[in-house]
């Protein structure tokens, strides 16, 4: 190879090698920035170890609280079967009051069944005075 040929491929190469070492350079630039940016970031100055504590300890906590919240769902559903149950009974109730009622208005309309305490002996009771 005449020397202005291997003279230009070696000016060639050593081109390829600056753009190369550039960009590696630049690579090394933005790893590095970014790194010091990670490490800017750090949440905690905790260790791994203390933040795998806390995390177990927390959702022990949490699986604690879930069944507390199932059971109290479960009180709260039997509570509100003994309402209904209980508000049925009132209902019954009430309507017992009713029918009490109605036939203590008719037997004081009627009276006994020995005759002494009818509206019409009343009427003449009264007639009297």
Excluded: H
Aim: no cysteine; net charge neutral.
């Amino acid at each position: 190879m005449p020397p202005e040929a291997e003279r230009a491929s070696l000016t060639k190469t050593e081109q390829e090698l600056r753009s190369k070492q550039t960009e590696i350079d630049t690579n090394d630039k933005d790893r590095t920035t970014r790194l010091a940016m990670e490490r800017g970031l750090a949440l905690t100055e905790r260790s791994r170890e203390e933040l795998t504590q806390e995390l177990d300890s927390l959702a022990a906590s949490r699986k604690e609280l879930a069944e507390l919240n199932r059971r109290r769902q479960a009180e709260l559903s039997d509570n509100e079967v003994l309402n209904d149950k209980l508000s049925t009974q009132i209902e019954a109730i009430n309507k017992q009051t009713i029918e009490l009622t109605r036939w203590e208005n008719l037997s004081k309309l009627i009276g006994s069944s020995d005759g002494k305490n009818t509206a019409t002996s009343r009427r003449e009771s009264r007639s009297r005075s």
